[in-house]
């Protein structure tokens, strides 16, 4: 899809950057701001996606097609992507800070090893908390914007369908980790291809899981 129109796709993956940076230094609130914006301008990836799968051209503008369609859901599902980031690290932090707390309780000594153990512990729950989030926001934007789905509806759905096809998950989960550090090497100038590739694999991702089907399906038959 990349390779159709580089040129497009480079500006667009810009344009993808820039904004989510610019949300970003709002003082105080920049970080919330930029992960409730980050599902309304994929939905815009994707439907830019969804043009070059079908042979159309490539719209920059197609970048904000989040905003023009559906936007309260889009709007919604980043806000439910914040509530689980927070709920991840709460979590995570409520289980090492107590760790820390009942060796400082007992002794210098223990308080050492449950020190460890609990950031060991908090890091293996956040890992797995976090990768249960990313399971229900892969195919959430696609099933609003392609299946017009409810945000909840949509994650769930989405969380589902990585459970059943739990090991190809992985496997692309673990690619794309490696190809996102080598994106940032030559002064991170790899977004700009990195940024489609990415929009392209849920695309094609959501079509082969949901795309031929014209109504989603029971949550457990996926």
Same mark, same amino acid.
Request: charged residues 10%; neutral net charge; hydrophobic residues 65%.
């Given at each position: 899809?990349?390779?159709?129109?580089?040129?497009?796709?480079?500006?667009?993956?810009?344009?993808?950057?820039?904004?989510?940076?610019?949300?970003? %230094?709002?003082?105080?609130?920049?970080?919330?701001?930029?992960?409730?914006?980050?599902?309304?301008?994929?939905? &815009?990836?994707?439907?830019?996606?969804?043009?070059?799968?079908? &042979?159309?051209?490539?719209?920059?503008?197609?970048?904000?097609?989040?905003?023009?369609?559906?936007?309260?859901?889009?709007?919604?599902? &980043?806000?439910?992507?914040?509530?689980? &980031?927070?709920?991840?690290?709460?979590?995570?932090?409520?289980?090492?800070?107590?760790?820390?707390?009942?060796?400082?309780?007992?002794?210098?000594?223990?308080?050492?090893?449950?020190?460890?153990?609990?950031?060991?512990?908090?890091?293996?729950?956040?890992?797995? %908390?976090?990768?249960?989030?990313?399971?229900?926001?892969?195919?959430?934007?696609?099933?609003?914007?392609?299946?017009?789905?409810?945000?909840?509806?949509?994650?769930?759905?989405?969380?589902?369908?990585?459970?059943?096809?739990?090991?190809?998950?992985?496997?692309?989960?673990?690619? %794309?980790?490696?190809?996102?550090?080598?994106?940032?090497?030559?002064?991170?100038?790899?977004?700009?291809?990195?940024?489609?590739?990415?929009?392209?694999?849920?695309?094609?991702?959501?079509?082969?899981?949901?795309?031929?089907?014209?109504? %989603?399906?029971?949550?457990?038959?996926?």
């Amino acid at each position: 899809m990349f390779l159709r129109d580089p040129a497009r796709w480079a500006i667009i993956a810009l344009l993808f950057v820039l904004i989510l940076a610019a949300l970003g %230094l709002v003082p105080l609130v920049g970080w919330a701001i930029s992960l409730v914006g980050l599902p309304v301008l994929s939905a &815009g990836l994707l439907t830019v996606a969804d043009d070059t799968a079908a &042979g159309r051209p490539v719209r920059i503008d197609g970048l904000f097609d989040g905003l023009r369609r559906n936007a309260g859901q889009h709007v919604m599902l &980043g806000i439910c992507y914040l509530v689980g &980031g927070l709920l991840t690290a709460f979590v995570a932090a409520a289980i090492g800070s107590s760790a820390a707390l009942t060796g400082a309780l007992i002794g210098p000594l223990a308080a050492a090893g449950l020190t460890v153990g609990g950031v060991m512990l908090a890091s293996i729950v956040f890992m797995a %908390l976090w990768l249960g989030l990313m399971m229900a926001l892969w195919y959430a934007p696609a099933l609003i914007v392609f299946h017009q789905a409810e945000p909840l509806a949509a994650l769930r759905h989405s969380a589902m369908a990585c459970l059943r096809n739990l090991p190809a998950f992985f496997v692309l989960a673990l690619c %794309l980790y490696v190809l996102a550090w080598l994106a940032l090497l030559p002064a991170g100038l790899g977004m700009l291809v990195l940024v489609p590739v990415v929009a392209g694999a849920q695309h094609a991702a959501w079509r082969d899981t949901f795309g031929e089907r014209p109504e %989603l399906p029971p949550a457990g038959s996926l």
